[in-house]
């Protein structure tokens, strides 16, 4: 069975930390997704990738395809990163998989 | 942003009666989803289509039911609404299988 999990559930900072979230997947992916969801709004994707790393701003992805494991890093983290972020498997099929997301709370 | 649009943003209907939600969009993208969300879960799938009239069944598909007569359209139906099926839904689309995926604001639903 394809699952995603992730990890911590929840997470408290104060700005300025560098904070690491964890996505771990099942089996092989094609692709893993990061997403973004602010309190009561929509969800817009971050990051897509199958190998490597991506940067963003002060956003950071990784993923290690041997370990089946995947990272967001934020660093200098602000009061407006708090949001849920969800990762999501692409399989070699037209369906992601999803996390039950890690909700971020950075306070001043 | 890519343009991806649902109606009703908000809906409270009554036990029983069905309620059809819409996804719009302007990209031409194959892929369309309906998603629910729910606390404790992640975004679960409901149906998905992967062309004009063509259609298949998610996770949770029990009492959902859906059409996609032109590119840009999805329409997710619940034909007799309950409350179980209160709860928040997300559209998406994507371009080609592992593409980047783009979601709609969500339509929050209330059954009563």
């Given at each position: 069975k394809n699952e995603v999990e992730q990890s911590p559930q929840n997470l408290t900072a104060q700005e300025g930390e560098f904070i690491t979230i964890n996505c771990s997947y099942s089996v092989g992916i094609s692709a893993l997704h990061w997403l973004q969801q602010h309190p009561g709004g929509g969800i817009v994707s971050l990051f897509m990738l199958s190998s490597g790393k991506k940067k963003h701003g002060r956003l950071i992805a990784t993923i290690n395809i041997q370990e089946k494991h995947s990272s967001l890093h934020i660093t200098a983290?602000?009061?407006?990163?708090?949001a849920v972020y969800i990762c999501a498997a692409g399989y070699n099929t037209d369906k992601l998989i999803f996390g039950t997301g890690t909700r971020l709370q950075v306070f001043p | 942003d890519a343009g991806i649009t649902q109606s009703p943003r908000h809906k409270v209907t009554e036990t029983g009666t069905p309620v059809t939600l819409r996804c719009h969009q302007t990209e031409n993208h194959r892929y369309m989803y309906w998603y629910r969300q729910d606390p404790g879960h992640g975004l679960r799938l409901i149906h998905y289509s992967y062309g004009v009239k063509d259609t298949d069944k998610g996770e949770v598909s029990d009492g959902y039911s859906v059409s996609r007569s032109k590119t840009e359209d999805f329409l997710l139906t619940l034909e007799s609404a309950t409350s179980s099926q209160t709860s928040v839904y997300f559209c998406a689309i994507m371009g080609?299988?592992?593409t980047e995926a783009f979601f709609g604001q969500g339509t929050r639903l209330t059954v009563v």
């Amino acid at each position: 069975k394809n699952e995603v999990e992730q990890s911590p559930q929840n997470l408290t900072a104060q700005e300025g930390e560098f904070i690491t979230i964890n996505c771990s997947y099942s089996v092989g992916i094609s692709a893993l997704h990061w997403l973004q969801q602010h309190p009561g709004g929509g969800i817009v994707s971050l990051f897509m990738l199958s190998s490597g790393k991506k940067k963003h701003g002060r956003l950071i992805a990784t993923i290690n395809i041997q370990e089946k494991h995947s990272s967001l890093h934020i660093t200098a983290s602000h009061p407006r990163d708090s949001a849920v972020y969800i990762c999501a498997a692409g399989y070699n099929t037209d369906k992601l998989i999803f996390g039950t997301g890690t909700r971020l709370q950075v306070f001043p | 942003d890519a343009g991806i649009t649902q109606s009703p943003r908000h809906k409270v209907t009554e036990t029983g009666t069905p309620v059809t939600l819409r996804c719009h969009q302007t990209e031409n993208h194959r892929y369309m989803y309906w998603y629910r969300q729910d606390p404790g879960h992640g975004l679960r799938l409901i149906h998905y289509s992967y062309g004009v009239k063509d259609t298949d069944k998610g996770e949770v598909s029990d009492g959902y039911s859906v059409s996609r007569s032109k590119t840009e359209d999805f329409l997710l139906t619940l034909e007799s609404a309950t409350s179980s099926q209160t709860s928040v839904y997300f559209c998406a689309i994507m371009g080609t299988s592992n593409t980047e995926a783009f979601f709609g604001q969500g339509t929050r639903l209330t059954v009563v």
